[in-house]
């Protein structure tokens, strides 16, 4: 039994006089849940703290972040659901996964559209990249930057270099008309399948195979299911760093330049970290059987894709758009 003196008697008073500004402080934290489809060391979490610690620095004490990782909040689908209702305030998506709400956004996604990431970079930096934000706050995603996941490339059980060899194989793609048209032009089967069910499916038989960037085909373990990879780089995925329009809403003047100016620098420590985690990526899947194949006439897999131009030339904005992103000089 603690004896109780005049010193822990004066000691427990001032504890309980600093409990109200305690409790003050904890109900005045704003706070939001934030998703994303990997684990604590992958860049799809990485950004996230980095994010967190650029509004704590600013804004102490004002925001508690709650981060789920592992895709234990779902899928890019369901999470963008979540975010459109305000119930998740904040994630990473392709711009694959939203193109169901903001159609204009796959101009992002034609095949063999961008050389490469400084290419991408220019564009979204530039008018494309406005109007998209403007889209994308319509329906109620709110967009401070872009993020580059890195090129796509052909993930498949048997080696396939040529497009004439994925006829008739079943392939997972997301779930956007963009990607079932590009594949069905080779002759496959699209199969639309979230990515967190995309291992069962590989290694099932539901689907032969896909396509995927080299820093996610080693943090889903697919190199176990589909171990040939084949450089083919035919689509650069880009994405955003999107909030809810109501969690966004609610923030005064201050918080959303400071969340701005967050996600910002959060994007290009995404990017940078995604160069090195392609390459920790390849290590590990060629350790474990995978391999890497260049495509073999290029040339029919780009006439294959110039027919998905065609297709959505409409949709994101006509054909002197596409063209006049195709000759951006970074």
Do not use: C
């Not at 975010?83 to 101009?107: F, H, K």
Request: aromatic share 8%; charged share 25%.
């Amino acid at each position: 039994m603690t004896r109780l003196t005049r010193r822990t008697f004066v000691a427990a008073g001032a504890g309980l006089l600093a409990m109200p500004a305690l409790i003050r402080r904890a109900q005045a934290q704003k706070a939001l849940t934030v998703a994303s489809l990997m684990a604590d060391d992958k860049p799809e979490t990485q950004i996230w703290l980095r994010v967190r610690d650029l509004v704590e620095e600013r804004l102490p004490g004002r925001f508690a972040f709650n981060i789920v990782g592992n895709a234990a909040l779902g899928g890019e689908k369901e999470v963008a659901e979540m975010i459109r209702l305000g119930a998740v305030q904040a994630s990473l998506s392709t711009v694959s996964a939203l193109s169901g709400w903001v159609p204009e956004a796959q101009l992002l996604d034609l095949p063999f559209l961008f050389r490469d990431a400084a290419h991408l970079r220019a564009a979204v930096a530039g008018e494309t990249g406005e109007r998209l934000r403007e889209r994308f706050a319509a329906e109620h995603f709110v967009v401070p930057a872009f993020i580059d996941y890195g090129a796509r490339h052909l993930l498949a059980k048997e080696k396939l270099t040529r497009p004439a060899e994925l006829r008739g194989l079943r392939i997972r793609v997301i779930q956007s008309p963009l990607h079932t048209k590009l594949w069905s032009a080779f002759g496959a089967t699209p199969v639309g399948i979230p990515i967190p069910e995309t291992y069962n499916a590989l290694q099932t038989g539901v689907a032969d195979a896909m396509d995927l960037t080299k820093s996610a085909y080693a943090g889903f373990r697919l190199y176990e299911v589909v171990p040939h990879l084949v450089e083919t780089g035919h689509i650069r995925a880009a994405g955003v760093v999107y909030f809810s329009a109501p969690f966004w809403n609610g923030l005064s003047e201050e918080e959303r330049e400071v969340f701005g100016e967050a996600a910002r620098a959060g994007a290009a420590h995404f990017d940078a970290l995604v160069v090195a985690d392609e390459a920790r990526a390849m290590e590990i899947a060629a350790a474990h059987g995978g391999t890497v194949s260049q495509p073999e006439a290029r040339e029919e897999w780009e006439a294959g894709a110039r027919t998905v131009w065609a297709d959505f030339a409409d949709t994101v904005g006509g054909m002197e758009r596409i063209e006049a992103v195709r000759d951006l000089a970074p």
